[in-house]
T-cell receptor
Framework: ETAVFQTPNYHVTQVGNEVSFNCKQT?????MYWYKQDSKKLLKIMFS???????VNETVPRRFSPQSSDKAHLNLRIKSVEPEDSAVYLC????????????FGEGSRLIVV | GNSVTQMQGQVTLSEEEFLFINCTYS??????LFWYVQYPGEGPQLLLK?????NKGSSRGFEATYDKGTTSFHLQKASVQESDSAVYYC??????????FGTGTSLLVDP
């Protein structure tokens, strides 16, 4: 049963445009994440928020910015997309410690043409 | 830093064959180890987790033993089905908020 909801599921856009992905979790978790999954299925963490506070910010281009209005929502904005941004962006949530299970959404596939 | 190694990028089996996916890890602490599975069109989901060294985790016919001596956490299943076709990730968690994912092993089971 899905409890992490991502929109849109799929988005095609041109180089230089701005894109936003939205994520909401209904599990009551404290921590949310954005991961990037490339064409080889490699998963890389981008950002992590705990109670609306940024706690993990991996080395990603500055055109990526996370936004959190409350602990149930974490959005991802990409300002001026590049071809290498084509990927699946996965949102996840967990209770605060990493020993706890991550619950992922179904992903948002971005294609930059 | 922490690292996880999955050398098998792709595994192809026939139904009812034995599955074994290698995973080794490197860390200085006392990690929790996970296997996540990702079915086509879905996000990854937890398959099993082991928090204590030398313990075994099992779920849906899959097993993995956390071996601190050899720093391994191999995944195995006695008899695979076509529905097991998916990508399997070995994952290391050690405190904090960040998990270290392996590169994933894509399993294809022919009917």
């Amino acid at each position: 049963e899905t409890a992490v909801f991502q929109t849109p599921n799929y988005h095609v856009t041109q180089v230089g445009n701005e894109v936003s992905f939205n994520c909401k979790q209904t599990l009551g978790h404290d921590t949310m994440y954005w991961y990037k999954q490339d064409s080889k299925k490699l998963l890389k963490i981008m950002f992590s928020y705990n109670n609306k506070q940024l706690i993990v910010n991996e080395t990603v281009p500055r055109r990526f910015s996370p936004q959190s209005s409350d602990k149930a929502h974490l959005n991802l904005r990409i300002k001026s997309v590049e071809p290498e941004d084509s990927a699946v962006y996965l949102c996840a949530s967990s209770r605060v410690f990493s020993g706890n299970t991550l619950y992922f959404g179904e992903g948002s596939r971005l294609i930059v043409v | 830093g922490n690292s996880v190694t999955q050398m098998q990028g792709q595994v192809t089996l026939s139904e009812e064959e034995f599955l074994f996916i290698n995973c080794t890890y490197s860390t200085t602490g006392y990690p929790t180890l996970f296997w996540y599975v990702q079915y086509p069109g879905e996000g990854p989901q937890l398959l099993l987790k082991v928090t204590t060294a030398n313990n075994k985790g099992s779920s849906r016919g899959f097993e993995a033993t956390y071996d601190k001596g050899t720093t391994s956490f191999h995944l195995q299943k006695a008899s695979v089905q076509e529905s097991d076709s998916a990508v399997y990730y070995c994952v290391l968690g050690e405190g904090g908020y960040k998990l270290t994912f392996g590169t994933g092993t894509s399993l294809l089971v022919d009917p």
